[in-house]
T-cell receptor, first 114, second 115 residues
Framework: KQEVTQIPAALSVPEGENLVLNCSFT??????LQWFRQDPGKGLTSLLL?????REQTSGRLNASLDKSSGRSTLYIAASQPGDSATYLC?????????????FGSGTQLTVLP | DGGITQSPKYLFRKEGQNVTLSCEQN?????MYWYRQDPGQGLRLIYY???????QKGDIAEGYSVSREKKESFPLTVTSAQKNPTAFYLC??????????????FGAGTRLSVL
């Protein structure tokens, strides 16, 4: 069964810092990996989707990488801002068993201090 | 505006009562999903539907039921058999299945509490 782990569970950084969020998964047979943002008490917003054949995706100040063989992904946020404060979740879509669903990590709660 | 609407935002359930959470989308998506989120945890899949009149159980379907009579609507009923229903419930939709690289779009959620 696929398991997704996100470390650290919480992170606090001063404004302007570059930072990296980590995501690891146990079964490398995935179709794709997504990074989501969740604001308190709100739904999820998709940030980046990386297909299994891709190594990275970029959107603005965000860059996500994928190393399928080692079961790892990172989300890099450049020049962090207080508005980036939120919980970031990664999720993988498996290619076996329950291939029709996403398996989520428990998230990293990010606080960017002004 | 296109999107996913969940209602109500807050819901309270009395012991032994069934309650229904609404999810409506106007994105013309075929697939819809229900997730449960507990504090400090990721999302867990309850049910999903690929097409009208068809739905499949997810990882934690016990104590829940769904229907998909219309493409736009995928209501979730939390039955009295669900002994620990307090959680944040999220509905999502996508053009197709996630394995095809289709991004899921999420509603704003319903927070269910037990009285």
């Amino acid at each position: 069964k696929q398991e997704v782990t996100q470390i650290p569970a919480a992170l606090s950084v001063p404004e302007g810092e570059n930072l990296v969020l980590n995501c690891s998964f146990t079964d490398s047979a995935i179709y794709n990996l997504q990074w989501f943002r969740q604001d308190p008490g709100k739904g999820l917003t998709s940030l980046l989707l990386i297909q299994s054949s891709q190594r990275e995706q970029t959107s603005g100040r965000l860059n996500a990488s994928l190393d399928k063989s080692s079961g790892r992904s990172t989300l890099y946020i450049a020049a962090s801002q207080p508005g980036d404060s939120a919980t970031y979740l990664c999720a993988v879509s498996g290619s076996s068993g329950s291939a029709r669903q996403l398996t989520f990590g428990s998230g990293t709660q990010l606080t960017v201090l002004p | 505006d296109g999107g996913i609407t969940q209602s109500p935002k807050y819901l309270f359930r009395k012991e032994g009562q069934n309650v229904t959470l609404s999810c409506e989308q106007n994105l013309n998506h075929d697939a819809m999903y229900w997730y449960r989120q507990d504090p400090g945890q990721g999302l867990r899949l309850i049910y999903y539907s690929q097409i009208v009149n068809d739905f499949q159980k997810g990882d934690i379907a016990e104590g829940y039921s769904v229907s998909r009579e219309k493409k736009e609507s995928f209501p979730l009923t939390v039955t009295s058999a669900q002994k620990n229903p307090t959680a944040f419930y999220l509905c999502a939709s996508s053009y197709g299945l996630v394995r095809s690289g289709n991004i899921q779009y999420f509603g704003a959620g319903t927070r269910l509490s037990v009285l």
